[in-house]
């Protein structure tokens, strides 16, 4: 393990993985709380279009990624709230066009394989120094972002109606956040792929759910959880030799079973 | 002269180009307590969204002491308001000082967390509303008519001058109804308030309410006590039955069409 753990890659791997998994960490309670893992699923998966971009203009696909990321987080906004369109259908709408443009731009670009392998699940062990820096960048962006706005977020979260009627400039903080989740999740793409990044967005903080009660409790654990199983599950897969998301992915999914069990016995010891 | 509370010009909402409130003209002087009745789709909670600004008139103009909605509630006293079914998720992980200190957010500000000044004005509406003791529950933790108590509370953070309710009796049983209409009759003599309540309970709105307002797209303002049959199917657009209790109608047991 301690041979493993000298080697440079991986020790880059950890740090980004680790990175990546806070900021999802404490994104995944206000996704869980507002009910939006399938707009996480759905930007994830337009992802793929500015990825594939970035492939086909020969410019770094981490850029275009973000940039069609967050054009089409707004777009499927806008959509629900200036026509008559659902949230849910406007995101199925866009969702499955940016895949297909994906593969067109994937198919232009003559792309190798393992490119479109890597981005669909993930390969942190090939993150370069680069790469690092850049997750490091837009941890501290999003993480200042989160704690500046904090308290709006969570009003938001609990009643957005009110929120407006309080004075909180609800429709700003609404883009923002989509702008928060189209970052976060571009860079978590390195570390499961656009497959399973809504796995991180979603499981940490389901598990907090099962086990905390209070919003500052389920942020510390729903942290924990995310950056425990991804340092967990990159040596587990390294040992094992499984892939790298996968695995990651895997062991979010197990801890998350063990958990269910919680509210479960915290209601029989209550009797209620 | 008076003041206005409330002052609504040729008002007109519509929903893709169907008409909810059409040509409403309506004065409410401050101080008074108005309750507000009508049919299901009669328009009552488009016309308290209208006042808090939340919707936009397609014709006509809304003016809340003398401002817009919008104005009034970017300058920081915006109207209290206490939404139908204000707990969306019942898990919510927020203890109820935290559900009571939303109501200043937007007097805090962006960026800035909540002072120790905002905590005590918090603690303070709790015990106007007699439940300081519930300031460290969870919000999901308490009954129905704390929890209406809790939305109350934050509807007063702002410190507003108008107070707007819909239907705040609506999931409570008999007996905590009344209470939180004495609630809110108190409420308003001890704060100076202007308070609109939409209520189906005639009885109990007849009982506190200085004017009534009935609505059914259109509005006809009373008197109350006694509401009269009359009045009341006008507004319902059928024939209505009263189950007396003394001397004030208590309910409509029974509207049938003839």
Known sequence: M???????????ALLAGVLVSLLCGVLSIFVVLRRMAFLGAGISHSAFGGVTLGFLLGVNPLWTGIGFSVLVALAIEWAQTHTRVEEDTAIGIFFAASMALGLVFLHLSRSYNADAFG???????????????QIFGITVAVLFIILAFFKEMVFLSFDEEMAWVSGVPVKALRYLFLVIMALVIIVSIYLVGIILVSALLVIPGATAQNLGKQLWNMLLISAIVAVGCTAGGLLLSCLLDFPSGATIVLLLSLVYLLTTAVPWLRSRHTGR | MEELAVEMKGVTVAYNGVSVLEDINLEIKAGRYVGILGPNGAGKSTLLKTILGLIRPNQGEVAVFGQSPQKLRSHGRPVGYLPQRPLGNPHFPVSVLDVVLMGRYGRIGLCRRAREEDRQSARRQLELLGIPHLAGKLIGEISGGEQQRVFIARALGAEPRLLVLDEPTVSLDVCVQDEVFELVFELKQKLDLTILVVSHDIGAVARHVDDIICINRRIHVHQPPPLGRLGLESTFGCSVEYLFHGQIPHRVVKAQDD
Not at chain 1, 2 to 12: E, K, T
Not at chain 1, 119 to 133: E, K, M, S
């Open chain 1, 2 to 12: 301690i041979d493993l753990l000298s080697l440079g890659f991986l020790q880059r």
């Open chain 1, 119 to 133: 981005l669909l699940f993930g390969n942190i062990l090939a993150i370069d120094r680069t790469q690092v820096w």
